[in-house]
């Protein structure tokens, strides 16, 4: 597995912005997918967003796409992702997670993740 830490989260306005920064640590970072979800009080953990392994191909849930970016900068071992327009629905805790399969492309499925963050609070006020 690899060690994940997330960074960035915090309280916003409507409309505004926040970068998400997660930092891997323990295996090659750059033969992995690696994707963002949130969780949301009372709700499951959904998909937010996907990269693949060189940082090729990009995935993004409906409700995101046009206003989030997900990248990758491979030689720092970081993911981020870039949130703009935020809206109060965006409200939750982000994790950061890793593929455990080299040169697979990142899923909507948790279970096919098998590092995960601590997860970074995003609030969104209205």
């Known amino acids: 597995q690899v060690q994940l830490v997330e960074s960035g989260g915090g309280l916003v306005q409507a409309g505004g912005s926040l970068r998400l920064s997660c930092t891997a640590s323990?295996?090659?970072?750059?033969?992995?997918?690696m994707g963002w979800f949130r969780q949301a009080p009372g709700k499951e953990r959904e998909f937010v967003a996907g990269?693949?392994?060189?940082?090729?191909?990009?995935y993004y849930t409906d409700s995101v796409k046009g206003r989030f970016t997900i990248s990758r900068d491979n030689a720092k071992n970081t993911v981020n992702l870039q949130m703009n327009s935020l809206k109060p629905e965006d409200t939750a805790v982000y994790y950061c997670?890793?593929?455990?399969?080299?040169?697979?492309?990142?899923?909507?499925?948790?279970?096919?993740?098998?590092?995960w963050g601590q997860g970074t609070q995003v609030t969104v006020s209205s």
């Open positions: 997670t890793s593929r455990g399969l080299v040169y697979n492309p990142p899923t909507r499925e948790a279970a096919d993740y098998d590092s």
């Open positions: 323990g295996r090659t970072f750059s033969s992995y997918s």
């Open positions: 990269i693949s392994w060189g940082g090729g191909a990009t």
